[in-house]
């Protein structure tokens, strides 16, 4: 059993040498494990400190790309690698190293495809107030998009299987956090939550430079995946409601047509028949919509399939 432990880095000199130093070097159920450095375009030595610490793998970019991008090829890597199982986890060693025994135990007992570690958010005290409020307020909505339990949404302490790495697409260019949820759910994938810890001497998010932006590109990307994901319910949502607001319009007009032995109030009829024929047409975007959703997930089944003879 192989576990390859990536990490994708950007410009992280300083804090990779701390993070590199406490990965395991054992893990009971484990054969092999080796490292994988995910460059973005590092500026500073970066990559050197990593081949002065003998790391196994690193995938360079020639450029700046952003973390989603980084991440994905890095998985790319480990599979080409022939990795059992990847652990994702930050260069700027915010998450205890030796919970990555606990966080991948799930998948060797076949009980998770994929492991998220929650962090004790409550407790801490690096957080403000409104950023513990929006860590559980944005995992909350991402667990109801998703169907799914997990606890702490935008930890990037994660576990991946072989087949569950193969399966993974990631579309937005911001952060891989959510969409691999909301994905996962949809290719049947088991998600289990395990409780982690934190170390405290770990730099700040540069992830999240600016809260208003961070919730912006977060809702962004959350409304994007579902209707990527979930695309008839999305459509059948919106056009579910302007449908109720025709059909109640209609009965409103009914009602004082009746009741006016049929005078006036030829507005609510008007006003009706637009938002009903709106109502059906949105209806109708989202039986197309899902039917190419359909086409996609039979296009992502070829394309797992493919992956999985490329890297025999």
Known sequence: MKL?????????????????????KKIEGIDEIEILISDDGSTDRTVEIAKKFGVNHIVTASHHRGLAKTFMAGIQRALAENADIIVNTDADNQYCADDIEKLIKPILDKQADIVIGA?????????????????????????????????????????????????????????????????????????????????????????????????????????????????????ALIGGFILFLGLLLLSRFLFLYIMDNGNGHIQSLIVSSILVMTGVQTLIFGVLADLLSINRKLIEDVQVRTKKLENK
């Open 119 to 235: 962090r004790p958010i409550k407790e801490m005290k690096e957080f403000s107030v409104i950023k513990k409020f929006l860590q559980y307020f944005g995992s909350k909505v991402v667990r109801m998009l998703s169907a799914t339990n997990t606890q702490d949404v935008p930890s990037g302490f994660r576990a991946f299987s072989r087949d569950s790495a193969l399966a993974l697409n990631v579309f937005d260019n911001y952060t891989y956090t959510i969409e691999t949820i909301i994905q996962a759910k949809t290719k049947g994938l088991h998600i289990v939550s395990v409780p982690i810890r934190v170390n405290s001497n770990y730099r700040k998010s540069r992830l999240v430079k600016n809260i208003f932006s961070y919730i912006q590109k977060n809702s962004f990307t959350m409304l994007r995946m579902f209707i990527i994901y979930r695309p008839f319910r999305f459509f």
């Open 4 to 24: 390859i432990i990536q990490i994708p880095c950007y410009n992280e000199e300083i804090a990779l040498p701390v993070t590199l130093a406490q990965l395991p």
